[in-house]
């Protein structure tokens, strides 16, 4: 059971370069999440799939799309990268059965846009 | 929304010293609380929650109690090593998919 895993982790990217960031579970959860996290700012809300089929914006979409491909895997595409896009990624994910709330992260991805 | 106020570090200790650190929240309906830590390098891991109020979330020797009437999850150890060095996270969250972060509170504990 290797939780949440995410690929890669660790990538350089020039300004206006795309790349997806992958990330996959094997918990059977419902809910995915994408994070961002910068020094002082803490951790950021990028997107949200609640299910399968569904994605929401989350607190800074702005610059990115993602794809739910099935209930295990969700990517974070950045379409032309810009500096300001230099952060770690995290993805997580969750199952609201039971009452138990708690999120499940992954390693990161740490993204360098120069 | 949900919002998280926590307290701002950094913390240095030294090794076996108590540790406080602050977490207060605002949100709706009836969250569960928790605390994640992030040692370095790493993703957040769950470290304890608590899922109704003066419930007492523990692991590792860490604790927090879940007070409905002060809207507050302080986290606290009685004797803190090297190895708990890391940023501790507060958030609450609930059946609304989403948890709510605090900025984080970096913990450093010296010999």
């Known amino acids: 059971n290797a939780g949440v895993t995410q690929t890669p982790k660790f990538q350089v990217l020039k300004t206006g370069q795309s790349m997806t960031l992958q990330c996959a579970q094997d918990m059977n959860h419902n809910s995915m999440y994408w994070y961002r996290q910068d020094p002082g700012m803490g951790l950021r809300l990028i997107y949200y799939s609640a299910s399968e089929g569904t994605t929401d914006k989350g607190e800074v979409p702005n610059g990115y799309n993602v794809s739910r491909l099935n209930k295990r895997e969700f990517s974070l595409r950045l379409e032309s990268a810009a500096p300001s896009q230099t952060s770690v990624y995290f993805c997580?994910?969750?199952?609201?059965?039971?009452?138990?709330?708690?999120?499940?992260f992954g390693p990161g991805t740490r993204l360098t846009v120069t | 929304g949900d919002s998280v106020t926590q307290m701002e570090g950094p913390v240095t200790l030294s090794e076996e010293a108590f540790l406080t650190i602050n977490c207060t929240y605002t949100?709706?309906?009836?969250?569960?609380l928790f605390w994640y830590v992030q040692y370095p390098g790493e993703g957040l891991q769950l470290l304890l929650k608590?899922?109704?109020?003066?419930d007492k979330g523990s692991n590792k020797g860490f604790e927090a109690t879940y007070r409905k009437e002060t809207t507050s999850f302080h986290l606290e150890k009685g004797s803190v090593q090297v190895s708990d060095s890391a940023v501790y996270f507060c958030?609450?969250?609930?059946?609304?998919?989403?948890?709510?972060f605090g900025k984080g509170t970096l913990l450093t504990v010296n010999p």
């Open positions: 608590a899922t109704k109020a003066d």
């Open positions: 997580a994910s969750r199952d609201l059965a039971g009452g138990q709330y708690e999120q499940y």
């Open positions: 958030a609450p969250g609930g059946s609304n998919y989403k948890l709510t």
């Open positions: 949100a709706t309906g009836y969250p569960s």
